[in-house]
């Protein structure tokens, strides 16, 4: 079981950045990929972008390709979204999300979560 814990969001205009958090309760490295993901209201749950165990592989949504930055302290526990060049397309509530083994795209495949951070995007 690791429990998962979000912080960094908030307002910000068009153009700007926040860096999100996610802190794990349990040690996260070698064992867990971790995923971010965002629901904006309304919307269903979207993939915005995974990290593989080691840190070594990231994977993101074509629409935040390029912007978003996903990157992993696993001495820390912590993974990170770093998110550059906001839009207000980009308002949602951002989830963590940690699977054992390799990383996936889809919702259903993560067995944690936390309990989300909202990001809101001024124009």
């Known amino acids: 079981q690791v429990q998962l814990v979000e912080s960094g969001g908030g307002l910000v205009q068009a153009g700007g950045s926040l860096r999100l958090s996610c802190a794990a309760s349990?040690?996260?490295?070698?064992?867990?990929?971790m995923g971010w993901f965002r629901q904006a209201p309304g919307k269903e749950r979207e993939f915005v972008g995974a990290i593989d165990r080691s840190g070594g592989s990231t994977y993101y949504a074509d629409s935040v390709k390029g912007r978003f930055t996903i990157s992993r302290d696993n001495a820390k526990n912590t993974v990170y979204l770093q998110m550059n060049s906001l839009k207000p397309e980009d308002t949602a509530v951002y989830y963590c999300?940690?699977?054992?083994?390799?990383?996936?795209?889809?919702?259903?495949?993560?067995?944690?979560w936390g309990q989300g951070t909202q990001v809101t995007v001024s124009s």
């Open positions: 349990r040690r996260t490295s070698s064992a867990y990929a």
């Open positions: 999300a940690a699977k054992v083994f390799g990383v996936s795209r889809e919702v259903n495949d993560y067995a944690y």
